[in-house]
């Protein structure tokens, strides 16, 4: 099925009215093709969460399977070069382990990112652990975080929700500067979206770790939390 152009209604007394297809939200539009009256709108998103690592200028996405995710702990190894290493409960027997070689002391913070919201952790502080002799294979761990340390609202300090509220602000900007709202841009068909999301992750600075569609998929869950959030102000 193609993509209908524009949306037209009939009064009873015979006059019309029209409106660009494009211009509907994205649950009108799904309430529409549920009627079979055009097609439902592709999802970009291949995992259910995305992961955004944040380091000075420069931010990187990748994708991961798993229904949930919390952060564990992150820590830097030493031997002859450092590798950092973020690992997650996911809600399975083991945790999920990642291996960052860029610039891992230079991490300043991950946020986890799902259909339900976004989770935010910092990694300003740091615990040195000394074990060893480098020559014998010993190492030296530089712990960032640590659940089983770090405070149960450590998420709620002032400095974790900024983090959350400068990808939203600078998202915001752009559709603004595209003279689109969320709703909006959810309702382009795919093609358009991704071009659209391309462009958001360049000026945003934000790359993909492994695969460019995870790009895509975490900016459009960006748009969608958006979305979410203004229909949430306008019945309040």
Same mark, same amino acid.
């Given at each position: 099925?193609?993509?209908?152009?524009?949306?037209?209604?009939?009064?009873?007394?015979?006059?019309?009215?029209?409106?660009? =297809?494009?211009?509907?939200?994205?649950?009108?539009?799904?309430?529409?093709?549920?009627?079979?009256?055009?097609?439902?709108?592709?999802?970009?998103?291949?995992?259910?969460?995305?992961?955004?690592?944040?380091?000075?200028?420069?931010?990187?996405?990748?994708?991961?399977?798993?229904?949930?995710?919390?952060?564990?702990?992150?820590?830097?190894?030493?031997?002859?070069?450092?590798?950092?290493?973020?690992? =997650?409960?996911?809600? /399975?027997?083991?945790?999920?382990?990642?291996?960052?070689?860029?610039?891992?002391?230079?991490?300043?913070?991950?946020?986890? /990112?799902? /259909?339900?919201?976004?989770?935010?952790? *910092?990694?300003?502080?740091?615990?040195?652990?000394?074990?060893?002799?480098?020559?014998?294979?010993?190492?030296?761990?530089?712990?960032?975080? *640590?659940?089983?340390?770090?405070?149960?609202?450590?998420?709620?300090?002032?400095?974790?929700?900024?983090?959350?509220?400068?990808?939203?602000?600078?998202?915001?900007?752009?559709?603004?500067?595209? #003279?689109?709202?969320? #709703?909006?841009?959810?309702?382009?068909?795919?093609?358009?979206?991704?071009?659209?999301?391309?462009?958001?992750?360049?000026?945003?600075?934000?790359?993909?770790?492994?695969?460019?569609? *995870?790009?895509?998929?975490?900016?459009?869950?960006?748009?969608?939390?958006?979305?979410?959030?203004?229909?949430?102000?306008?019945?309040?």
């Amino acid at each position: 099925m193609s993509n209908p152009k524009r949306l037209s209604i009939e009064y009873d007394d015979g006059s019309k009215t029209s409106i660009d =297809f494009s211009h509907l939200d994205r649950e009108l539009r799904s309430a529409l093709a549920d009627l079979k009256l055009c097609p439902h709108s592709a999802s970009i998103r291949t995992f259910k969460h995305y992961l955004l690592l944040q380091w000075e200028g420069w931010q990187e996405v990748i994708g991961l399977e798993s229904e949930s995710v919390e952060l564990l702990r992150y820590y830097v190894v030493r031997r002859i070069e450092d590798s950092g290493r973020l690992s =997650f409960d996911v809600g /399975a027997d083991n945790p999920e382990l990642f291996i960052v070689t860029r610039l891992p002391r230079e991490l300043k913070g991950v946020v986890v /990112a799902g /259909a339900s919201g976004m989770s935010a952790y *910092d990694f300003s502080s740091e615990t040195e652990r000394w074990e060893g002799i480098f020559e014998s294979g010993g190492k030296i761990e530089y712990v960032k975080y *640590d659940k089983s340390k770090n405070s149960s609202d450590q998420q709620e300090t002032p400095e974790v929700p900024l983090c959350v509220a400068r990808l939203r602000e600078a998202l915001q900007s752009e559709l603004t500067q595209r #003279g689109l709202s969320a #709703g909006e841009l959810l309702a382009l068909e795919e093609l358009r979206r991704i071009e659209a999301y391309r462009e958001i992750a360049r000026n945003m600075g934000i790359r993909g770790k492994e695969k460019q569609r *995870d790009v895509y998929a975490f900016i459009e869950l960006l748009v969608e939390q958006s979305a979410t959030s203004k229909k949430k102000e306008a019945k309040e």
